[in-house]
Structures are given as structure tokens and as C-alpha cells.
């Protein structure tokens, strides 16, 4: 971090070279050579803060998160890791989940009004759409995942409309959902 008086220098010293035109240095032979970048680099010698032009630094890079795929299609990235059980079929799972368009726009949420704050089903037997299926079947408990959901598993080429024709998800969509897995344990006999 530039400690706050060698900025203070430094806009002094843009400012004094860019106002009165002074530099250490011999101006070029060019005037058009001349550029921002080396005004600020001779205020910057001129001010003895050539070095702090080099420490101050961009935002810090994140690198993009890993893309798995399931082997039927679903694509998921890891948004909070866990060590925790991995459910297998059969097994009642506890989930809370955001659904969302390919725009961005919620279509469904565990934490809607009227609704309870999670879902439970039994894991591969059909009771939510395959991807949602496929995805939670990657999972660990106390996982969280954002899960991109092909057309094909999920509602289709029919979507869920309405007998009047109005779409709440229009057939073919791709859905996106975020999904956070709480609990999974055999179902009782």
C-alpha cells in the first residue's frame, strides 16, 4: 500500500509537471511522442517515487472456478467445499435450492413466501427433475454447489405452461440452480 503523503507527492508532482511544463528531463524531439504513461513515469522520477508506481498493484485475481460434469450432462461448480457424506440412491437428502432462468429471473426457491426452508426427497427415484437428481448425487453434506441444468433434464420440451399458453419456464430452457445439500440418511424400511 502507497502510504497516503507519497500520493500526496505524487499529485503534486503530475500536477506540477503537467501544469508548468517543468520535467528533469529533455523534452523529446517529437511532442507527439510524449504520452500520459511518460509524463507520469518523469513525475513519478521526479518525485523519488519510481518505486511506488511499482508496488501499487490491481485488485487481487481470482482464479475461476473448476466445471465438472456429470456423466448424464449436468455442469457444476463448487461454490463451498465440504468433506462431508455423499448420499447415494435411495437415500432422503435435505437440500435448500434457488432456481433460476437462463436471464437471471427466480423461478423457484426453497425459501419463498409459503414455502418451507428446505426440501427433502429420496435421491434418485424420480421425485424432483433428473438434474436436480444427477447434481445432488455429486454432493457432500454441507456442500454447495451452482448447477447449469440442460433442457433434457429438466422439464424439456414441454416446459411448465399454463392451459393459456403462458410459460412460467418456456419448453427447452436450460436452468441454473444453486444448491446447498444439509442432511442425507437411509430411508426408513
Known sequence: ?????????LFFSLALASCSGYSPYPPPSDPAVTTRRSAISRALNFAG???AAS????????AAPVIYNTPKGVKYAITKPSNGKIPIGGD???VEYTGYLSNGQIFDATH???KKNELMFKLGT???IPGLDEAVAQMQVG??????IPPSLAYGEKGVCLENGECLIKPDSTLVYDISLFKTSIPPP
Open 143 to 148: 456442500q454447495k454447489i451452482q448447477a447449469i
Open 49 to 51: 517515487l519510481a518505486t
Open 112 to 114: 419463498a413466501e409459503g
Open 1 to 9: 500500500m502507497v502510504p497516503s503523503r507519497c500520493l500526496h507527492v
Open 55 to 62: 508496488t501499487i498493484s490491481a485488485a487481487p485475481s481470482f
Open 126 to 128: 424420480g421425485q424432483v
Open 92 to 94: 432422503l437428502v435435505v
